[in-house]
């Protein structure tokens, strides 16, 4: 994948995410305060908007940092904040990379969690976004090819956000629920899953 066929992507699966904006302020209202329907919606717009305004030949680094910025400006929110930083940490994976490949996927993925649970001091298992990443970015590095591994990859996230119901929330608002958080899915897991999930439509389109 080329830079202008990763706008391409990015451009249809954030216009797809938008969709799921009121299934994740549902979630993220049970969890914490509410925000993260807007923060994905708002994030989302933007991001399409600066994505539509890059010159024709931006690089696929300076791709994600626009993306990145946007996203980021478009919210004060912490989550927007993590993601931001994450993205920035993975577009560094990038640097001199014209053609992004499965196993460049899987790096950037990786480098990205590693950023928000550095960033959010988490891990896996504290009920958060990274219980979605981890195991998307072990699918990508097991696959042999892009179609397998996205499909991979949705499904390892999607067992990832299943198994956060069982866990107690331990970082941010959420962790104020204590044991009441226990049964409820993660907002920002189930984020995550879904651009994949958008991703996977857009690409197909």
Do not use: Y
Request: hydrophobic content about 45%; glycine content about 8%; proline content about 2%.
């Amino acid at each position: 994948m080329n830079s202008v066929q990763l706008r391409s992507q990015l451009t249809g699966a954030l216009e797809l995410v938008k969709e799921h904006a009121d299934e994740l302020r549902d979630l993220d209202q049970a969890l914490g305060d509410g925000d993260l329907g807007i923060t994905i919606s708002a994030g989302a717009d933007a991001v399409v908007a600066a994505l539509a305004v890059l010159p024709s030949d931006a690089t696929t680094v300076e791709v994600v940092r626009s993306v990145a910025k946007a996203f980021a400006n478009a919210n004060p929110s912490t989550m927007a904040a993590l993601v931001a930083g994450g993205l920035l940490a993975g577009s560094r994976t990038w640097d001199g990379v014209t053609d992004i490949t499965l196993a460049d996927a899987e790096v950037f993925v990786r480098t990205a969690g590693e950023s928000i649970a550095q960033r959010g001091k988490s891990q896996v298992g504290d009920k958060t976004i990274l219980d979605a990443i981890f195991p998307a970015a072990d699918a990508l590095a097991a696959a042999d090819d892009s179609v397998s591994g996205l499909d991979a990859a949705i499904a390892a996230a999607a067992n990832g956000v299943s198994e956060t119901k069982q866990m107690q929330s331990r970082r941010g608002r959420a962790s104020w629920l204590q044991e009441r958080s226990i049964g409820l899915q993660d907002p920002g897991a189930t984020a995550f899953l879904r651009f994949l999930e958008c991703w996977k439509v857009a690409r197909s389109s």
